[in-house]
């Protein structure tokens, strides 16, 4: 099934901390994992993304770490900001495709 | 240096009254996308076109459209919007290529009254 769980729904942290969002699919038919980030009234912005070759990325606060044989994947973001606070949201690109399943999101609060 | 663009930002339409959003792009990307997002939803791909390759998910209602005349532009018919049609409205686009990256404009936000 082409699916995408996001875990958590909901995150609260204080500034500085390092809220981890997680996601896990079972098709192995995805080839592309990226992150979207989102503030309301707004759409999706694409953040960073990682191919299944690769086990992190990092681009500036924002770290992917994948984990191929878990079919798992996750968002780090680093020494968080109140700016931070918007809900995020998980994908993956279906192979031989150009279609993308989207996860649940997770809104994240980071308090000031 | 707006990429994708979408008009209107806000719409208001009547319970069966036919409304059209459009969106258009200047990436030059051969894909183009619908999705639908309600309220603390994640987006919900409706169709998307490769070029003019038009592919329509099977949940997608009869009652949505799209037309896409040529490669920057790309329209959402809602032919009698319901209460339940109330939404965000994205348009987003995708090379297609290898670099799969996907691009959101910032969406129309539909009332139905």
């Known amino acids: 099934q082409q699916q995408v769980k996001q875990s958590p729904q909901s995150l609260i942290v204080q500034k500085g901390g390092i809220p981890i969002i997680n996601c896990a699919y079972e098709?192995?038919?995805?080839?592309?994992f990226p992150w979207y980030q989102q503030f309301p009234g707004k759409g999706p912005a694409l953040l960073i993304a990682i191919r299944p070759d690769v086990s992190e990325k990092k681009e500036g606060r924002f770290t992917i770490s994948f984990n191929k044989s878990a079919k798992q994947f996750s968002l780090h973001i680093m020494d968080s900001q109140p700016g931070d606070s918007a809900t995020y949201f998980c994908?993956?690109?279906?192979?031989?495709?150009?279609?993308?399943?989207f996860g649940t999101g997770t809104r994240l609060k980071v308090l000031a | 240096d707006a990429m994708v663009i979408q008009n209107p930002r806000y719409q208001v339409t009547q319970f069966g009254k036919p409304v059209t959003l459009s969106c258009s792009q200047t990436?030059?990307?051969?894909?183009m996308y619908w999705y639908q997002q309600k309220s603390s939803q994640a987006p919900k791909l409706l169709f998307h076109y490769y070029d003019k390759d038009f592919n329509n998910e099977a949940d997608t209602p009869d009652n949505f459209q799209s037309r896409r005349p040529n490669t920057s532009f790309c329209f959402l018919d809602i032919r009698s919007p319901g209460l339940g049609d109330a939404a965000m409205y994205l348009c987003a686009t995708s090379t297609g290529g290898t670099g799969y990256e996907q691009y959101f404009g910032p969406g129309t936000r539909l009332t139905v009254t």
């Open positions: 990436l030059n990307h051969n894909v």
């Open positions: 994908a993956a690109a279906v192979s031989g495709t150009y279609k993308y399943i």
């Open positions: 098709n192995t038919a995805f080839d592309y």
